[in-house]
């Protein structure tokens, strides 16, 4: 199966599926010399594992990661990085009689029609587990960005109807928060909100924002390797992710370029943006601001109301789907998106050491 490799440089291969024995990656091309360790990355994956908050699914999983190649001594050797989490709860008879039919929002019957054949044991490839290696490998690209003074926040910015207000945000809420907002009022009414839904046997969607600090201009390259272009892609690759947007994003539709031009200024002798709407990139390559993502996520699929669709050979049917599934995904994807967001960074910054023979010759005079 083709797609599950992403970057350039540096290089991750997502592999494993729900509930198969294990779901793992592998990273290549991290630079030698890198201190990281389990606890370090484990503290990631601990923010997107079964049980880590109210609203997720009851799977019981710990979500161990083993580091099992590519460090030594408590630093990456520069050779390929591998990790894994060992599959412990799975209950593949919760998905036995799905078989047979294909779920609405689910990727049952596109996966069908392309292979001929699926692994309908929760997912399979397409399964929210597949982001453990996402996580895993972000973890990494975090520690690289955090060595370089950059630094990678994501939260939800909203769940359902229920916005954060950003004038209230306190960043330091966010992992008090059961939904990760930073918002404490906005919380509260989006608990009541997905309360609401899971008395109907609903569930909710939301959209999560990524805030990059500390990045330099000059990362991203123009046409078809833009910055904004490249983490796009990344973070559109998430399963349930349904829309993208850059800075004011579909906002500036609607405004004058008057409005939505950012001026600039000069501070300390250096330019200076007297506002963001770009989000922080222009012509596709970083302007040295904020650098602004934000991803909309759909309500899970899998709700225990009655639904229709159709089984394999092709009857009309009602279901009611079985298992355990989150009833809001956006929560545990916020990390998610934190892993994508930095992936694409580090790669396309590592790209950008080769962009000027100066960055060369500057590397490679030692005198």
Wanted: with cysteine.
């Amino acid at each position: 199966m083709a797609g599950s490799v992403l970057g350039d440089i540096f290089k991750i291969t997502t592999w494993g599926e729900s509930h198969g024995t294990a779901v793992g990656v592998v990273v290549d091309g991290c630079p030698a010399g890198l201190s990281i360790s389990e606890e370090a990355i484990q503290a990631y994956m601990d923010r997107r594992k079964p049980g880590a908050i109210k609203y997720s699914t009851k799977r019981n999983e710990d979500d161990e990661i083993k580091i099992l190649s590519g460090v030594f001594d408590g630093k990456t050797t520069g050779t390929p990085i591998s990790m894994m989490v060992v599959n412990k709860d799975h209950r593949s008879a919760d998905y036995s009689e799905i078989a047979e039919y294909y779920r609405p929002g689910h990727a049952d019957y596109t996966f069908d029609m392309k292979y001929g054949f699926r692994d309908y044991r929760g997912g399979g490839r397409s399964s929210g587990r597949e982001t453990i290696g996402r996580v895993a490998a972000g973890a990494i690209a975090m520690l690289l960005l955090k060595e370089l003074g950059i630094t990678v926040t994501a939260y939800t910015k909203s769940i359902g109807p229920v916005e954060v207000d950003m004038s209230k945000a306190d960043m330091d809420y966010i992992v008090n928060s059961p939904v990760y907002m930073p918002d404490a009022e906005a919380t509260k009414r989006a608990e009541k909100h997905l309360a609401d839904a899971a008395a109907k046997c609903d569930s909710c969607g939301g959209v999560v924002e990524c805030v990059v600090r500390g990045l330099p201009a000059g990362i991203g390259d123009p046409v078809f390797d833009k910055l904004d272009a490249g983490v796009a892609k990344a973070i559109m690759s998430i399963g349930a992710v349904k829309g993208v947007e850059i800075g004011d994003g579909f906002a500036a539709a609607g405004m004058y370029g008057s409005e939505n031009n950012d001026s600039f200024y000069i501070k300390d002798g250096k330019p200076e943006k007297c506002t963001n709407h770009s989000g922080g990139v222009l012509g596709g390559i970083s302007d040295g601001s904020d650098f602004i993502v934000r991803a909309a996520f759909k309500p899970t699929p899998s709700i225990a109301s009655e639904q229709s669709t159709v089984n394999r050979n092709g009857e009309d049917i009602k279901i009611k789907v079985k298992g355990r599934h989150d009833p809001v995904i956006v929560p545990r994807a916020v990390v998610v998106v934190e892993a994508m967001t930095a992936i694409t960074v580090v790669d396309m910054m590592l790209k950008r050491m080769t962009a000027t023979v100066s960055a060369v010759k500057e590397f490679y005079d030692k005198k």
